[in-house]
């Protein structure tokens, strides 16, 4: 069955580090989005790809970055992590566009910066 | 300004009872999505729509595209009902999520 994963599902590190969340899906979805989840927010787009080498930024993009090299793969990139980034990331990947096609999730990473 | 306005933000039912979660939003929309996050985190679309209603199992999404409005309906609610549901809505290349609605059924 197509799935989509995220790992690590669990991530502690330090104000400063870099840190990658990786994504993978085998639906063959050209369309990947990463959101992170707070208390009091709901879920918001950080990034998202609609295809290889395309990369766009959401709402709150600053302090993050993505690559798209293969159809399966988006991760995320935390340059130099800070405490406002800890959070609860999910990838998504779709068919169709953002809001006009069901998306499928991840099933999350909880990241923690201390 | 959040454009997807959730209501209630958390609601305790008897097992049995019917449930209605409300979503009201102030922009133009392509689509509606109805999302469930149970605890563990785990989020799956329930519905899409644009008109009218459509219905899966317990679970019934209308949506009044002129109020600008949509419920989610659960008939004869059940314990594994409990979670967090999620209204979206699609603006163009964009998701716009409510901050959802903790349901808890008891037995």
């Known amino acids: 069955d197509a799935e989509i994963t995220q790992s690590p599902r669990h991530k502690i590190t330090e104000t400063g580090r870099q840190v990658t969340l990786a994504c993978h899906q085998t639906w063959n979805h050209n369309n990947m989005f990463w959101y992170r989840q707070d208390l009091g927010h709901g879920l918001r787009l950080i990034h998202y790809?609609?295809?290889?080498?395309?990369?766009n930024k959401g709402e709150v993009s600053d302090g993050y970055s993505v690559s798209r090299s293969n159809t399966e793969d988006l991760p995320l990139t935390l340059e130099s992590a800070a405490s406002s980034q800890t959070s609860v990331y999910f990838c998504?990947?779709?068919?169709?566009?953002?809001?006009?096609?069901?998306?499928?999730f991840g099933p999350g990473t909880r990241l923690t910066v201390l | 300004k959040n454009e997807v306005e959730q209501s209630p933000q958390n609601l305790t039912a008897q097992e049995g009872e019917f449930i209605t979660i409300n979503c009201s939003y102030s922009v133009g929309i392509s689509a509606l999505h109805w999302l469930q996050q149970h605890p563990g985190g785990g989020i799956v679309s329930l519905f899409m729509l644009s008109s009218g209603k459509k219905k899966h199992g317990r679970l019934i999404a209308t949506i009044n595209i002129q109020e600008k409005h949509s419920s989610l309906h659960i008939t004869a609610s059940h314990p594994r009902d409990s979670a967090v549901y999620i209204c979206a809505v699609g603006v163009g290349n964009q998701f716009y999520f409510g901050t959802g609605t903790s349901l808890t059924v008891i037995p």
């Open positions: 790809s609609y295809g290889v080498q395309d990369t």
């Open positions: 998504a990947s779709s068919t169709g566009l953002a809001g006009t096609d069901t998306q499928y």
